[in-house]
């Protein structure tokens, strides 16, 4: 990838365009000028692409230092519309444009990619792919900008500890960067191994802490002695004066219950035929001396016989005709004892079970006062209600348990896929170790160790420099970040990753004119862009003619970055 151009504007009209060279880029204050090179804004540029890669806007106008506000910078924020944009061929091969608008409110800050307007998300999204080939949540865009861009004190003197320019990032994001600038190609294992990772802390953390009111509140003993007197309270509940279950019972009456009603629709049906029987022979008896003879004349034409030459006088009517009605009588009764001796067996029957069943009810009533009866109701409901809310710290304990084992089960699938990855990271330690040591020979003349100490197991990395020579913020501390930076363009190129080769330096000042000269010259060797910004007074005559020709741009009091 390359930086081209990054270009500011106010209101529309362009105020800097400044065009990156391939190697070494100076950015520094013009040599013919008698006044001062400080607060000119040479550290502005790099403060810019910061900016936009999502930086706060803070450091390009407030001193950082004592914290206050450049006053003429302030104004040009809050009363024009002011733009940067940066071009860069991204490692997609594509050009892309970005560009904010520097304004202190963030309501008022836009973003636009190839001068469409986006949202934050969208931009962040799209720088990260593009410049970076990351393509997944971590790491971010603010995670990733300080390593190519020391912009300020802090980034410059803390070698691999860059980003904790105000607070220490986690060892999770620490782990995720650098995993990431060592070559981990499957960014999207990094994101869901610290997900996993957090996850996981966050369990521990919540077990802990119920085992320890388990524990401590002594919750299973709680429990077990609630269930013990929540038994002898329902069981006192459930016995009669008899010391009988009342359950049994209560099931004694339901079978009861259920012979009733058997022998309730057989009574009932018993009853309906009795009824009709006894209901036809009263009918039958009332109309017994009326009966017509056309009745006769049915039987006997049925049977092809005339009355009149059957019947020869009233007697032997009379007698034949008493007899029919009495073979009817005995027909209509018939089976009438058997059907009253079924009812009356049913309804003794029925009787009896009524009685039993009254027994039963009897033996369920207990002779224990309304009052304690009352209270042992009231104190099942207190220790069910205790028991439901200690069940559910335990339930919920045992959850943890459940989630605990299953993401440490998904963490160790993660793992060994990263397994693999690692081995490129181990790859690329090797070649970043060798170009390490060979600057740092060439600039302090003995090699510098960088160790990524990285864990196999799980990923986690403490990267370490064996600073021999560095003091703690000089200018050998800031060349020992240099080295560090220009010793990763090396090996990314080396390798032919797909990682970004620029870096932005703010003030070398403080290094020695000699090691100046030797990091002009391996810069200028870089198949990569080195950004730095200096005083031009730390050129002597002929260093300036030798490197006058990478200088992107020269600013003074009269020409300030912003022109104000």
Known sequence: ????????????????????????????????????GNQIGKSVPGRIIDFLLDGSINPIYVDEEFGTAE????????????TSSLSYIGLDSNITEIKRTLAIEASDICYYVDSEVKTKKEYNTHILKTMFNVHSTKPTLRKLAPKFLRTDTNRMTKTVK?????????????????LYLFNVEDTEILSKIQKFKTLLDNYKKKLTSFNGIIKDDKIIGTI???????????KSLLLSENNTDKLAIIDEINSIDNEQ????????????????????QRLFETNQNHQLLSELEAIYGYAAIKMDSVIRDYDSVLRFHNHLLDTKSEFITDGLEKLQLKLHKATDNLKLLEKKKSSLYLELKSKKKIDEISDSVIRIGKLNKTLIELNAIVEKKDSIETRLEQETKNLEELSEKLSGELQNVLTFETEFKKNFKAYTKIFYGIEYNFNLNLDTTNGDCQPSVDDIQSNNDGGLKRLEAITFDLSYIKSVDSLNLLRPTFVVHDSIDEVDIKHIRQLFDESIQLSGQHVVSMLVSQLEKGDYQKYKDYIVLELSQEDKYFKV
């Open 261 to 280: 009603n058997n022998l309730s629709d057989q009574i009932l049906s018993l009853e309906l035929k009795v009824n009709n029987i006894t209901k036809t």
């Open 162 to 178: 860059f980003n904790d320019d105000k607070f220490p990032i986690s060892q999770a994001d620490r782990n995720t960067l650098f």
């Open 71 to 82: 006053p003429s910078i302030q104004q040009l924020f809050e009363e024009h519309n002011v």
């Open 1 to 36: 990838m390359k930086l081209l151009k990054l270009i500011t504007k106010v209101d529309g009209n362009v105020i800097r365009e400044i065009e990156f060279k391939d190697t070494l880029n100076i950015i520094t204050n013009k040599r013919d000028s008698n006044l001062s």
């Open 224 to 234: 077990e002695s609630i269930k013990k007197e929540l038994g002898k309270l329902e």
